[in-house]
C-alpha cells in the first residue's frame, strides 16, 4: 500500500543424527626430543615482529580503503529473528508432563503467590518491548479546532540503522495527522509510519533512536520472538498490551485452540485461541513462560465492542511478513481466496486435491486471467499445490509484474477439465 495515501506531517501514514564411528588407532610411547629454548626464543620473536609489520600494513591500507568504502555503503537489510523449525519429538520431551497435568496439582496459598510473582517478572521484562501508539487527528467544527485520538499496543521488532521498528495495527494510524510513540519509561516521541498489509491490518512504524533520551535507549528492548509451531493445545500464556482495549493490562489464560484458520487474499493463517478475556478493540502480544512473543493479538469480531476471548496470529507464520513490512518490501497479489480439498474431501466429493478457489477479487490479476470461484488450483509455476500454505510459498518465489502459470481444474458437464492461466503477478 502507497505512503501516499497517508495525511501526516511527520511521514507517509502503510521453517539426523550423525552415526558416530569408533576408530582404534595403534598405541605407541614416544619420547619426546627436549626442546631447544633458545630457538624457541628466536622463533617467537621473529613471528612478533612479522605480526606487528602486518598489523601496521593492514592498518595502512584500511585507513586509505575505508572512506570509499563507507560512502558505497548501502541500508542495511532489517532481519526479523523468528524461529521457524518445528523440533522433531523425542522420547524424553514426550515423557514430560504437559503444562495441563502440571497445573492440574493443587497450589497452596504460598505456591500461588510465588507463581503469580513469576509470572510478573516475565511480563516486566516483556513489557520493555512493547509501546502505546497514538493516532492524533485534527478535528475543527464550527466552534472549536479540537483533537480526536486513537490508541492501540506495539511492539519493537527490529533495529537498524539508527532507527526502532514498530509493529502495531493500521487501524491505529490510519488518516491521522500525527503518530505518537509511548515507551515504557512513558516517555513519548512522534514515529513515522512506514508500510501496512491490508490483509492482516498489520503496519510498520519507525522511530530515529536519536529521538530517544539516554535513559530510555537503555531500558528498552527489542522482542524476543519465539516459535509459535511449537505450541500446543492447553498451554499456559500471557496477554499483553490492551486485550481489553485499554492500554498496560495483562491477563493470563490457556490456548484453547491452535486448529482455527484466518484466511485472507492469497494467505492463509493459522490462529491461536485462548480463553482470555478481551474485545474487539483489543490489540497487544501473546507470551509464552519463556518471555517470548509467540502470537500477535487479533480479534476477529463483527462488532464493534463486543466481547470475546483473544485470539492471536502465530508469529512464526507472519516471519516473510514483517520482512518485507520492514524493508518496505513489494505485497505480491494475486487475488484469491482459496480453502485446502484434503484427500478426504476428494474422496468424498469428486472434487481434486488442490485449493478450492471461494472468491476472487474484483479487477484482481487472477479475475484478469480467468480463474473463477469453484475452481481447483493445483499448481503454480508447474509446481503442484495442495494447501493454500503450499500456494503462499510458491507465490513467494516471483516478483511483481513475473507472468507465472496456474493451473486449475474446472467442473464442466462431463467432469473436471485442466485448463492453465496465465497470471501476471500484481502488488496491494
Known sequence: MDEEKKNSPAGDNGQENPEEESYHFIREMIKPKPLDKKKIGIRIGQL???????????????ALVAPSLSSQEEPDKVDIQVPTET??????????????????????????????????????????????????????????????????????????????????????????????????????VDARYLK????????ILKVPVSSLASQTRELIQVATLGNSNTILQ????????????????????????????????????????????????????????????????????????????????????LSDLLET??????LLYVGIRGQEVTETISEKT???????????????????AGIQPGDVLTKLGGETIRSPRQYQERLKKYKAGQKMSVTGMRKGNEGYVEIVFDVTVGVL
Not at 512493547?130 to 519493537?156: A, C, H, M, N, P
Not at 463486543?306 to 502465530?314: F, I, K, M, S
Request: glycine share 12%.
Open 196 to 203: 501496512d498489509d491490508p490483509q492482516t491490518g498489520l503496519a
Open 48 to 62: 612478533a615482529g612479522g605480526g606487528a609489520i602486518f598489523g601496521l600494513a593492514a592498518a595502512v591500507v584500511f
Open 325 to 330: 513490512l520492514t524493508n518496505n518490501g513489494d
Open 87 to 188: 523440533p522433531t519429538p523425542t522420547p524424553e520431551a514426550e515423557a514430560t508432563p504437559t503444562p495441563q497435568a502440571q497445573i492440574q496439582q493443587e497450589l497452596g496459598v504460598e505456591e500461588y503467590k510465588e507463581m503469580n510473582h513469576q509470572l510478573r517478572q516475565v511480563a516486566q521484562e516483556a513489557q520493555k518491548s512493547l509501546v502505546t501508539v497514538k493516532g492524533i487527528t485534527s478535528i475543527t467544527d464550527w466552534f472549536d479546532t479540537y483533537e480526536s485520538q486513537r490508541q492501540v499496543s506495539g511492539v519493537i521488532i527490529a533495529e537498524n540503522g539508527g532507527e526502532l521498528y514498530i509493529l502495531t495495527e493500521y487501524r491505529g494510524v490510519e488518516q491521522v495527522d500525527r503518530i505518537q510513540v509511548v515507551f515504557y519509561d512513558e516517555s513519548m
Open 234 to 317: 492447553g498451554e499456559p500464556v500471557l496477554a499483553l498490551g490492551s486485550p481489553m482495549g485499554y492500554g498496560n493490562s495483562l491477563s493470563f489464560g490457556n490456548i484453547t485452540s491452535v486448529n482455527n484458520r484466518y484466511t485472507v487474499v492469497d494467505h492463509e493463517y493459522g490462529l491461536l485461541a485462548t480463553d482470555i478475556l478481551g474485545t474487539s478493540e483489543g490489540s497487544g502480544v501473546l507470551l509464552n513462560l519463556e518471555g517470548e512473543i509467540v502470537g500477535i493479538i487479533k480479534q476477529i469480531s463483527s462488532e464493534e465492542g463486543e466481547q470475546a476471548t483473544v485470539t492471536g496470529l502465530p508469529v512464526t507464520q
Open 350 to 368: 469428486g472434487m481434486p486435491v488442490g485449493v478450492y478457489v471461494e472468491s476472487v477479487e474484483t479487477d484482481s490479476p487472477a479475475m484478469a
